[in-house]
């Protein structure tokens, strides 16, 4: 069965000055020929008064393109008209596709669906695009680009290569020896062979994960009451997002603000003050709910005593206040929100420590379903450095190139694809 042929406005919201329509399936030569008259040069943009197919009716003047398949976005033929962008426009071509036999419009993702099921893209690049679709940073977007254009797709290509390699040793193995007399040499060969594979797996698994990227480094305000917490949050994010009081116990419920600080995506949370002995009920769940937030901190700014800091990986020790003099031995930084005295300082130490706690640039970034599956893939090749027998070794390696097949979705995916399709917009 052929599929629909499917039609969307694939570039931004009308009213704009241009609007690029998309067509593509096995109809869209036809569609193209019904509204513009005759198909154009492949790849050449040429200029046509749009003709609705039934009366005849101008509808607008475009310029065409026609991309016959299957070396095209999708695999599949495709057209584009680049309308004008006005509301009436885009809906008297929609209404004149939607009239020809076999033609639709686009649900969200299914450009890039096809694309998927065509061979053109893997699940990997595609999970890249729709990061790339919603950067927002640089970093972001450097990232995604990156990973979209193969970066990670090529590192599972050469551990499936040498996956292929080590299954194809084994089944010498099997072939060549007695059941019961697996040449010694051959087996530490193969041993040595998963061992070294093993510890990449694990080096990419060490990284920091893609979703630190994508949602922003969850950056954790601490300290105890009256610290000057919130102030400095206000002046970190540029606006009033938390309200100050010289009232002890301020700030109780935990206050996010997301901002972007030298192209890295931060989610800024602002805590009640931490004290043992609060009386007043909701400042204590407030309480809680700071130390839960810090249990979950990528980095914790601590604007409490030194002798009190929490136990954390990745923490600057500010002594606020600065502008009332400043006296914490040993501080990381001094600053004072309320006259931006060292926030440009805390900032640049704010961004050297988020780049290490990023996934780092030109190397592939894990996401938690990646991630996922590079651990199976580990634990797999592990249990086949275990194995004594040839036949559950071969069996392991099997198992262990399943995982990387879903990585980038040779196989048993489909119920991750609405998912990721479902988040791309109408169009794509
Ligand atoms: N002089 C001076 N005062 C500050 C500074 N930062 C905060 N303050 C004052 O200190 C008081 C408490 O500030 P907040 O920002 O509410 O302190 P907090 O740590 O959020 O307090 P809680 O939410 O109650 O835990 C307010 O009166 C602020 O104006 C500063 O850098 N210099
Ligand atoms: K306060
Ligand atoms: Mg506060």
Same mark, same amino acid.
């Given at each position: 069965?052929?599929?629909?042929?499917?039609?969307? *406005?694939?570039?931004?919201?009308?009213?704009?000055?241009?609007?690029?329509?998309?067509?593509?399936?096995?109809?869209?030569?036809?569609?193209?020929?019904?509204?513009?008259?005759?198909?154009?040069?492949?790849?050449?943009? *040429?200029?046509?008064?749009?003709?609705?197919?039934? !009366?005849? /009716?101008?509808? !607008?003047?475009?310029? %065409?393109?026609?991309?016959?398949?299957?070396?095209?976005?999708?695999?599949?033929?495709?057209?584009?008209? /680049?309308? /004008?962008?006005?509301?009436?426009?885009? *809906?008297?071509?929609?209404?004149?596709?939607?009239?020809?036999?076999?033609?639709?419009?686009?649900?969200?993702?299914?450009?890039?669906?096809?694309?998927?099921?065509?061979?053109? +893209?893997?699940?990997?690049?595609?999970?890249?695009?729709?990061?790339?679709?919603?950067?927002?940073?640089?970093?972001?977007?450097?990232?995604?680009?990156?990973?979209?254009?193969?970066?990670?797709?090529?590192?599972?290509?050469?551990?499936?290569?040498?996956?292929?390699?080590?299954?194809?040793?084994?089944?010498?193995?099997?072939?060549?020896?007695?059941? !019961?007399?697996?040449?010694?040499?051959?087996?530490?060969? =193969?041993?040595?062979?998963?061992?070294?594979?093993?510890?990449?797996?694990?080096?990419?698994?060490?990284?920091?994960?893609?979703?630190?990227? /994508?949602?922003?480094?969850?950056? *954790?305000?601490?300290?105890?009451?009256?610290?000057? #917490?919130?102030?400095?949050?206000?002046?970190?994010?540029?606006?009033?997002?938390?309200?100050?009081?010289?009232?002890?116990?301020?700030?109780?419920?935990?206050?996010?603000?997301?901002?972007?600080?030298?192209?890295?995506?931060?989610?800024?949370?602002?805590?009640?003050?931490?004290?043992?002995?609060?009386?007043? &009920?909701?400042?204590?769940?407030?309480?809680?709910?700071?130390?839960?937030?810090? %249990?979950?901190?990528?980095?914790?700014?601590?604007?409490?005593?030194?002798?009190?800091?929490?136990?954390?990986?990745?923490?600057?020790?500010?002594?606020?206040?600065?502008?009332?003099?400043?006296? #914490?031995?040993?501080?990381?930084?001094?600053?004072?929100?309320?006259?931006?005295?060292?926030?440009? &300082?805390?900032?640049?130490?704010?961004?050297?420590?988020?780049?290490?706690?990023?996934?780092?640039?030109?190397?592939?970034?894990?996401?938690?379903?990646?991630?996922?599956?590079?651990?199976?893939?580990?634990?797999?090749?592990?249990?086949?450095?275990?194995?004594?027998? +040839?036949?559950?070794?071969?069996?392991?390696?099997?198992? &262990?190139?399943?995982?990387?097949?879903?990585?980038?979705?040779?196989?048993?995916?489909?119920? +991750? =694809?609405?998912?990721?399709?479902?988040?791309?917009?109408?169009?794509?």
């Amino acid at each position: 069965m052929s599929p629909d042929t499917i039609f969307a *406005v694939s570039s931004g919201a009308p009213p704009s000055a241009i609007s690029v329509i998309r067509i593509s399936g096995p109809h869209s030569g036809a569609a193209l020929t019904a509204l513009a008259g005759e198909l154009p040069e492949p790849r050449r943009a *040429v200029l046509r008064s749009l003709k609705h197919p039934v !009366d005849s /009716h101008i509808l !607008d003047s475009a310029l %065409v393109l026609w991309f016959p398949g299957p070396r095209t976005a999708t695999g599949e033929d495709c057209a584009e008209l /680049h309308c /004008h962008g006005g509301r009436a426009v885009i *809906v008297a071509v929609s209404a004149a596709l939607g009239a020809i036999d076999g033609c639709r419009p686009a649900e969200a993702g299914e450009f890039t669906r096809r694309a998927f099921a065509n061979g053109v +893209m893997d699940l990997a690049e595609a999970e890249a695009l729709s990061d790339l679709l919603a950067a927002e940073t640089e970093r972001q977007r450097k990232q995604a680009l990156d990973q979209a254009g193969g970066l990670l797709s090529r590192q599972i290509e050469d551990w499936r290569q040498r996956l292929l390699q080590g299954s194809a040793l084994v089944e010498s193995e099997l072939d060549f020896s007695d059941e !019961d007399d697996v040449d010694a040499a051959s087996a530490e060969k =193969l041993r040595r062979f998963l061992s070294d594979l093993a510890s990449e797996v694990e080096t990419a698994l060490a990284t920091p994960p893609a979703e630190r990227l /994508h949602d922003g480094l969850r950056v *954790v305000i601490a300290g105890p009451p009256n610290a000057g #917490k919130s102030t400095l949050l206000n002046r970190l994010v540029q606006r009033e997002a938390a309200i100050v009081t010289d009232i002890a116990g301020t700030t109780r419920d935990i206050i996010e603000a997301p901002v972007t600080l030298n192209g890295i995506a931060y989610i800024f949370t602002d805590t009640a003050g931490l004290r043992e002995d609060s009386a007043d &009920a909701v400042e204590a769940i407030g309480i809680n709910r700071a130390q839960q937030a810090l %249990v979950r901190a990528d980095i914790v700014l601590w604007l409490g005593a030194a002798w009190d800091k929490p136990d954390h990986p990745a923490l600057i020790d500010i002594a606020a206040k600065a502008d009332l003099g400043a006296d #914490k031995a040993g501080a990381d930084c001094v600053v004072s929100a309320k006259t931006g005295e060292g926030v440009e &300082a805390l900032i640049s130490q704010l961004t050297k420590l988020a780049q290490t706690l990023l996934p780092p640039l030109d190397q592939p970034a894990w996401n938690a379903r990646q991630r996922g599956l590079l651990r199976a893939f580990a634990e797999a090749l592990g249990r086949a450095q275990l194995g004594e027998d +040839m036949l559950v070794v071969g069996e392991e390696l099997r198992l &262990a190139r399943l995982a990387l097949d879903q990585i980038t979705g040779r196989s048993h995916v489909e119920d +991750m =694809l609405d998912t990721l399709f479902g988040k791309f917009c109408i169009g794509k």
